[in-house]
């Protein structure tokens, strides 16, 4: 193996977009993200052996010392030994359709939401499909949904059945939560899928108020469900999520309501993340984490390890941890 810096998302990952291909979703470090594989893209005239080709291009800058800027700062980048002569796919992000039974405040789509509803998306079946008959899953990586909610996604439970058919062990489903899925349900039963359910509150009034549409109780219904189907007591297979927007549902009472229905739920395991847009406009003006954040953060972690959930730090919490030394 050569070493060198790289991460597992350039050598053998990429992500479904809704009008194109991408390296990776992460756009939340100081280099934004957004490198290539296909602009423009509607579901046609691509194989595998050229999104190869095109990932051979910034294998071998990376193999230079030339790291792109759009990488910089992000923390999947390490220095060590990489399988760079080995082409296999085994980090897959769906997020390819914009269609979705909520309106939340944060997501882009809020900004348009009629057209977003509206947009066509391409069926990614046909490349799955041919990923697997030329035998290039290689099992061991991570199979990511996003969207748009994937529950209403017309080809969702065919594609998941078919990604557990041919080795995929593990699959997480970002959801959120009103729509109920079998598919879900019988992939976490097999112990190869995780759900993460977007709660984003504790109470009725503030999950109107983010999501915008009146499903509080059908979220932790579904919430119960997918949290029963749980056969393994030494490993979690539901989350739900909180992103933190400041202002709107950063108080201790409503993380407290929503640690509280988690543990009612039978829920082992939360995610925490904080709203992208606003952790943009910091960095952009340079601006500090407001103290008040920062000891929220602090808060939940401590009442996580209370209540012995475990917390699943992404992206800008995870930036906003690490910098505070928090876990």
């Known amino acids: 193996m050569n070493e060198f810096t790289s991460c597992h998302w350039l050598l053998h990952g990429l992500s479904f977009e809704n009008d194109h291909i991408e390296m990776c979703c992460l756009c939340c470090h100081k280099g934004g993200g ?31 010392g030339k790291i792109d800027p759009r990488c910089e700062g992000c923390f999947n980048l390490v220095n060590r030994g990489w399988d760079d002569d080995q082409k296999y796919i ?15 405040i944060y997501c882009y789509t809020s900004w348009d939401k009629e057209n977003y509803q509206k947009r066509s998306h391409y069926n990614v079946m046909p490349m799955i499909k041919e990923l697997f008959k030329k035998k290039l899953f290689k099992p061991g990586g991570e199979i990511t949904f996003a969207g748009g909610e994937p529950t209403i996604l017309k080809e969702f439970d065919e594609l998941v059945m078919l990604l557990i ?4 062990d593990r699959i997480t489903v970002h959801s959120s939560g009103i729509k109920f899925s079998k598919a879900i349900e019988k992939g976490i039963k097999e112990k190869k899928l995780h759900v993460c359910l977007s709660a984003d509150s504790g ?3 503030v999950f109107q108020r983010v999501k915008r549409v009146d499903k ?27 992103i933190l927007i400041p202002e709107v549902n950063t108080t201790k009472e409503e993380i407290d309501k929503w640690l ?13 993340d904080i709203e992208n847009d606003y952790c943009r406009d910091l960095r952009k003006n340079n601006k500090e984490r407001p103290t008040y954040l920062v000891d929220l953060c602090k808060y939940i972690i401590e009442r996580a390890k209370e209540l012995n959930l475990l917390l699943i ?9 690490e910098e505070y030394n928090l876990m």
């Open 165 to 168: 058919k041919n080795g995929a």
């Open 203 to 205: 109470s009725r009034e």
């Open 313 to 321: 730090d992404y992206n800008n919490f995870r930036y906003l941890v």
């Open 90 to 104: 085994n980090y897959i992000h769906f997020n390819h359709w914009t269609h979705c039974n909520s309106d939340c």
């Open 34 to 64: 957004r490198l290539y594989i296909k602009e423009q893209y509607n579901g046609k005239d691509l194989s595998w052996d050229q999104i190869f080709q095109l990932k051979q291009k910034f294998i071998e800058e990376n193999k230079q």
């Open 260 to 272: 509280n229905l988690n543990v009612e739920s039978g829920i082992k395991s939360i995610v925490i």
């Open 216 to 242: 509080f109780d059908k979220f932790w219904e579904n919430a119960k469900k997918y949290a029963k189907a749980q056969i393994d007591d030494e490993k979690t297979f539901v989350e739900t999520k909180f």
